[in-house]
């Protein structure tokens, strides 16, 4: 099996920044594409970032700018580093990676979730 272990997510003032880190370990053949996304209460998860394994990036209009993307492929491990945060940007905040497995065929994989709150 395959997980998505996220961190990094807290409570911070708007204009500060926040680290996102996803880890994705267990039965992996290789990591693909791996983005970040956001879901606020009551709203759709949304798209943040992503990033191909050979390092295109791709953001949300909203982000452009503040938050950077990066991966780091021998470890498996995307970050997202966010900085001029907003109130609006309070939301949970999801990894996702297309993985190939050892035991079965490509498919997504979601972390459990990370949230990341910004006072005004």
């Known amino acids: 099996q395959v997980q998505l272990v996220e961190s990094g997510g807290g409570l911070v003032q708007a204009g500060g920044s926040l680290r996102l880190s996803c880890v994705a370990s267990g039965s992996i053949f290789s990591v693909n594409d791996m983005g970040w996304y956001r879901q606020a209460p009551g709203k759709q998860r949304d798209l943040v970032a992503t990033?191909?394994?050979?390092?295109?990036?791709d953001y949300a209009d909203s982000v452009k700018g503040r938050f950077t993307i990066s991966r780091d492929n021998a470890k498996d491990t995307v970050y997202l580093q966010m900085n001029s945060l907003k109130p609006e940007d309070t939301a949970a905040y999801y990894c996702n990676a297309a993985v190939k497995s050892r035991l079965g065929p490509a498919r997504d994989y979601w972390g459990q979730g990370t949230q990341v709150t910004v006072s005004s």
């Open positions: 990033i191909s394994r050979s390092g295109n990036t």
